[in-house]
């Protein structure tokens, strides 16, 4: 059984999907998938072995050069693409009108989500069946009943398996990461605490990696590492190589980021730091995993930038009822808890 799943961003919603990948192998054997994908994620997906062709799109670039002439040749390429394949099933696990949209350019019968279950609710009119999922329910476990459903196998209640074999073994060095960076500015935790978690962690010999994925995180990178040689700013990778350096160290601290759920797949001891919103939904899910969540009067704010008027001696205000030895103390147990478990 061949089937097309259309997931096609962002880095911790293409990952969010990789369980409900599992549970359809463990429940056909037989089946393979094809995924497309924006292809700044197209790593993700291969990582999975269900995956048989990753299928890269780029809609993000495309919009900014929509007559240019590379443009139309790189859409003609992909609609050829996709229509050479008759698909057994195809999935919308996206629920928007994008990838509704490239659902309809496929060829097979398409399933999504119903009006009330689906994001952009218009979308379930694109669809030759739906289904009701209870949008209260974790992104992970939408999709999995999605996938359930879709492909008419019972709803497994096992804890999320996210598929990825990186192939290591042995103990990891003494090494922590620190993912850093992300979008709204209202996520940030401060440097301040940075620079405080930093000095817990380098005075009990961990080694601390910095990786970054822009000119603004890699200046934030070099501010924390200065002065501090148990510290270092990660070169330049890719998703693989995040991979890697994740997977060979002992845990990792993160702010609300799709790094974090990359992190919660591959069960590295990680403390995510919640301020503006909430992990409810979409929080990070796994082994080894805390979700630390501010205090404060206006959180969870789904704010992108702090709207907080008063005083405060941080920012955004949020964090400063979330500090540096509260994630430290977290951070420890986790790492102790993985520790105990593989004696």
Known sequence: MRVLIIKTSSLGDVVHTLPALTDARAANPDISFDWIVEEAFVPIPSWHNAVNEVIPVALRRWRKSLFSKQTRQQWFEFRHKINTTDYDLIIDAQGLIKSAWLTRMATG???????????????????????????????IKRLRELFAKALNYPLPESPPDYGIYTGGGGSPPRQLVFLHGTTWQSKHWPERYWQELLEFTTKDNYQVQLPWGNDEERARAERLAQNNDRVQVSPSMDLNGLVSLLSSSMGAVAVDTGLGHLAAALSLPTVSIYGSTDPSLTGTCGNYQGQLTVEFECAPCLKRQCQFTGDSAVSPACYQTLQAPQVWHKLQQLINEKETVND
């Open 109 to 139: 019968t398409s399933h999504g989500l119903n009006r009330r279950s689906a994001r952009e609710g218009l979308v379930s009119f694109s669809y030759d069946v739906v289904h009701p999922v209870d949008r209260g329910q974790h992104a």
